[in-house]
């Protein structure tokens, strides 16, 4: 695997591959690997992209600084795991490389909605963070395909607006891929090595809500969203949440609250437990009740 620090450098190696006619995958991570970034740099491959993974920890999506400082940085390991993997590139940029400006004019994306809600009202300034390290990641790679997972559900949402909204590469093809999850349910995230393995436990308290959501459905218990997410909050914070910022049963494009759950719905879920801020959901496909 080749290892690219500067934008200039890694050109270089994407106009050779360009020039073969091979496609490139791009998989933007901020390192501390696990499985489910590896899924990704995997479905690239599959695609038969040559790939590149950039890992950099992106000083302006931190609305918190406190989580800025203590996010887990694991580079030896992480080089490890990719050339395993098979990843072909890994772009390794400084901050000044990405913020040769300073990072105090940043330019600003207009995201509608997808700001207001969930995420982006619980982390001011976060997705704005999120657009421009992309925006200048795309721009330096162009890939024909981008791989980012479901689990941040929203973040999905946001990219596929500013692919949507802003001048990219016209042909790059945006995939969602699947949360990949330990084999407890637990869904895989840099910040569980921040948890105890009793954090652990408790924290999948988030992952038996899906299944309370489901059995309310079939069992026809409950199609009321309110009852159904007073009752996940609580069940959080009877395991051990110490803090629940929302749990939201919205449409899978908009993000819009619904109450309607006959049609497909996802429901988002963000909590901390231990200090550690967790976000999970999962997706309700309508085929999945059509018979309740
Ligand atoms: P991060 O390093 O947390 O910024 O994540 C980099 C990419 O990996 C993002 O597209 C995430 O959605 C994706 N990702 C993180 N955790 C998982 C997971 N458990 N399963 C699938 N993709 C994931």
Known sequence: ?????????????????????TLIGFVPTMGALHEGHLSLIEKSKQHGAATVCSIFVNPTQFNDPKDFEKYPKTLEEDIQ??????????????????????????????????????EGAHRPGHFQG????????????????????????????????????????????????????????????????????????????IYH???????????????????????????????GFESVDYIAFADPFSLEPITDLSQTFVVLVAASIGGVRLIDNQLFPHELFKRV
């Open 130 to 205: 999120v657009c421009v390290i992309v925006h200048r990641l795309l721009e330096a790679v162009r890939p024909d395909l981008l791989l980012m997972g479901s689990k941040d559900f929203q973040q999905v949402a946001v990219i596929r607006y500013l692919l949507a909204h802003y001048s990219f590469e016209p042909n790059m093809e945006l995939i969602p891929c699947e949360t990949i999850r330990e084999a407890s349910g637990l869904a895989m995230s840099s910040r569980n090595v921040r948890l105890s393995p009793e954090q652990k436990i408790q924290a999948l308290a």
């Open 209 to 239: 809500g899906f299944d309370m959501i489901r059995m309310a459905i079939f069992e026809q218990k409950t199609r009321e969203t309110e009852v159904l997410e007073q009752q996940f909050a609580q069940q959080l914070l009877d395991a």
């Open 1 to 21: 695997m080749k290892i690219f620090e500067t934008k200039q450098a890694l050109q270089d190696f994407i106009d050779e591959h360009r020039s073969k006619n």
């Open 81 to 118: 795991k990719l050339e395993l993997a098979g990843c072909e590139a890994l772009f390794l940029p400084s901050v000044e490389e990405m913020y040769p400006e300073g990072m105090q004019q940043l330019p600003h994306y207009s995201l509608g909605r997808l700001e207001e809600l969930w």
